[in-house]
């Protein structure tokens, strides 16, 4: 019998024939590209968040669509599903593409400049590639070089396909790249330019109106690409023509590994299951683009993060958060310019998601109102569909790894507010290790009330609660690397305030714990014996769960704050 051959993992990889003709694993999406030629509106717009997949789906499309690449078809597609269902417009267009990533935005100038060249450059580039169509390709550049106009380069290529008689099939990817820079600048500067550039009479509302016109004639398929909704509303009228199919569930799986892609893609580039040393799903799954898609999907980059440590270590992976993801707490970071924002995202923190609705596009004047944000929050990642709740919709922190996003950013957020409030990573080790070791509680929570609690201003206080307090104990927590910090666990009896699971590379941490979190205003301490009470009881039932049934390497603890500055704890 035949030995299966293993395939190579595609981290990093993002263009579809090197994934198709260097033995790398493929996940196979195919059958989207038929429901996308099937729709009725040829125009399509399409986003999800970074590290999604949405370049490498970019050149399936350019290769299944090219007319160049027609002598290819077999050996890219013959082995995929589209290759066995292939659609009437295969290999029928010259692709005309765009990036608009990597655009100059610190000033006006310079990205009127950059925008343009750009523009120059995709069709320079695209009237080299089909010089078997375009005899005339030499005095089209010539011209676009003496002109050094992006818009009349546009309409070049448009003319080009006319007298070639050839329709056109246009690209964009990162449509939003330059918008969402603009947004992250945080200064009237930004929005200056922005509104210069997108709105009314801006140089970006000129491009999208030539391939509007374009569309008359030889454009005959449009796919946009971007991670928000941001210029849809500006470009509204520029650019009408356009159907959103983000929010659409046939698409939902679009990008984005589903549970069992994830299972044959280890089968197939031979990722050994034993050395999966966390819970797969909690980590990098529980996206879900519509409350009526049928299957939530894996973040893709999270998750070739995670197998590529395996297949190059062979052992049980170190890092199990890929750092990429602090550029999601950058921008983050950077979004946040109001208090209304700080407080929705601490709400979002403290129940582990919210209600809203979902907004299908906006503009860059909407995203201080609390509706907007959040919606830019799901385009993101940062959130995605949780359930239907009471006739309305609830978003959730899809995963752990976007939650230590946002853990990350509320611990810089203290520091900023509560000039007070110090942070010494080596008291701080020192304590967490005495708890993972020693199974003493007592340090930790003392370097934690006295260095953050006891500091905290007043309009710290106004939100101070056991929630609060939680995400305060997290940030420390989260960043020793010993545990892996987890709110709300569910186990028979309820809910835990605190699961500190071991971090799975740490696997000589001696305890676990689980710990009940109570506060009280110094004015309501003559309640302290029935919180008291009430946190036994609670423990007790995390205690008799099933899952810590005669485990010795469990410690149960309450804790219980009085005021920002006194605390009792209790072993149980």
């Given amino acids: 019998m035949e030995t299966k051959k293993i395939k190579r993992l595609p981290t990093g990889i993002s263009n579809f024939e090197s994934m198709m003709t260097e033995n790398y694993a493929y996940v196979d999406k195919t059958r989207f590209v038929e429901q996308l030629e099937n729709e009725s509106n040829p125009y399509q717009f399409f986003i999800r968040p970074r590290k999604f997949g949405k370049s490498l789906f970019f050149t399936l499309l350019d290769h299944y669509y090219d007319i160049n690449k027609a002598k290819m078809f077999d050996e890219l597609f013959g082995g995929l599903y589209i290759g066995k269902h292939p659609?009437?417009?295969?290999?029928?267009?010259?692709?005309?593409?765009?990036?608009?990533?990597?655009?100059?935005?610190s000033e006006e100038d310079g990205f009127r400049r950059s925008f343009s060249d750009n523009i120059q450059d995709s069709v320079r580039h695209f009237l080299n590639m089909y010089r078997n169509i375009f005899p005339d390709a030499d005095n089209y550049i010539r011209r676009i070089d003496e002109t050094k106009s992006g818009i009349e380069s546009v309409r070049m290529a448009i003319t080009a396909a006319e007298s070639a008689g050839i329709k056109l099939f246009i690209i964009i990817d990162e449509y939003d790249h330059f918008a969402n820079?603009?947004?992250?600048?945080?200064?009237?500067?930004?929005?200056?330019v922005y509104h210069n550039m997108v709105q009314a009479n801006g140089f970006v509302r000129d491009f999208y109106e030539?391939?509007?016109?374009?569309t008359k004639s030889v454009i005959s398929r449009i796919f946009i690409t971007g991670i928000s909704p941001v210029m849809l509303d500006d470009l509204t009228s520029g650019f009408n023509i356009a159907v959103n199919l983000t929010l659409n569930p046939r698409y939902n799986e679009m990008m984005g590994f589903t549970q069992q892609e994830v299972e044959a893609l280890m089968l197939e580039t031979g990722v050994d299951p034993n050395l999966v040393n966390v819970d797969m799903e909690a980590y990098y799954d529980g996206y879900l683009f519509d409350e009526d898609g049928e299957n939530r999907v894996y973040n893709p980059s999270m998750?070739?993060?995670?197998?590529?440590?395996?297949?190059?270590?062979?052992?049980?992976?170190?890092?199990?958060?890929?750092?990429?993801?602090?550029?999601?707490?950058?921008?983050?970071?950077?979004?946040?310019?109001?208090?209304?924002?700080?407080?929705?995202?601490?709400?979002?923190?403290?129940?582990?998601?919210?209600?809203?609705?979902?907004?299908?596009?906006?503009?860059?004047?909407?995203?201080?109102?609390?509706?907007?944000f959040i919606s830019l929050l799901f385009y993101m990642g940062l959130l995605t569909v949780d359930k239907i709740e009471e006739g309305s919709l609830r978003l959730k922190i899809p995963n752990y790894s976007i939650r230590t996003v946002y853990w990350e950013y509320l611990e810089q957020l203290t520091l900023e507010w509560n000039q007070d409030v110090t942070i010494d990573l080596r008291e701080q080790s020192a304590a967490v290790r005495e708890l993972a070791y020693k199974g003493n509680l007592r340090p930790y929570i003392e370097y934690v009330s006295q260095n953050i609690f006891s500091r905290l201003s007043n309009r710290d206080l106004q939100q101070f609660n056991e929630k609060y307090i939680k995400i305060m104990l997290l940030n420390g927590l989260f960043q020793s690397k010993l545990y892996v910090p987890r709110t709300e666990k569910e186990v028979e009896g309820g809910y835990i305030d605190i699961f500190l699971q071991r971090n799975p590379a740490v696997p000589d941490t001696k305890y676990e714990w689980v710990w009940e979190i109570k506060y009280l205003k110094k004015d309501n301490e003559k309640d302290f014996q029935s919180t008291r009470d009430a946190a036994r009881a609670q423990l007790d039932k995390y205690r008799n769960a099933h899952e810590f049934a005669e485990r010795t390497d469990v410690r149960f603890a309450s804790i219980i704050f009085i005021g920002k500055d006194k605390f009792e704890i209790e072993y149980l």
């Fill in 303 to 372: 998750i070739l993060y995670f197998f590529n440590q395996i297949l190059v270590s062979r052992k049980s992976p170190k890092n199990i958060i890929d750092d990429n993801l602090k550029t999601d707490y950058n921008r983050l970071r950077r979004m946040v310019q109001n208090e209304e924002n700080r407080n929705t995202l601490m709400e979002i923190v403290q129940n582990n998601g919210i209600v809203s609705d979902i907004i299908s596009k906006f503009s860059i004047d909407r995203l201080e109102d609390t509706k907007y």
């Fill in 87 to 105: 659609t009437p417009k295969k290999n029928a267009y010259a692709i005309l593409k765009f990036d608009f990533s990597g655009l100059n935005t």
């Fill in 210 to 214: 030539s391939l509007k016109v374009g």
């Fill in 181 to 192: 820079d603009l947004i992250a600048m945080g200064s009237q500067l930004g929005k200056d």
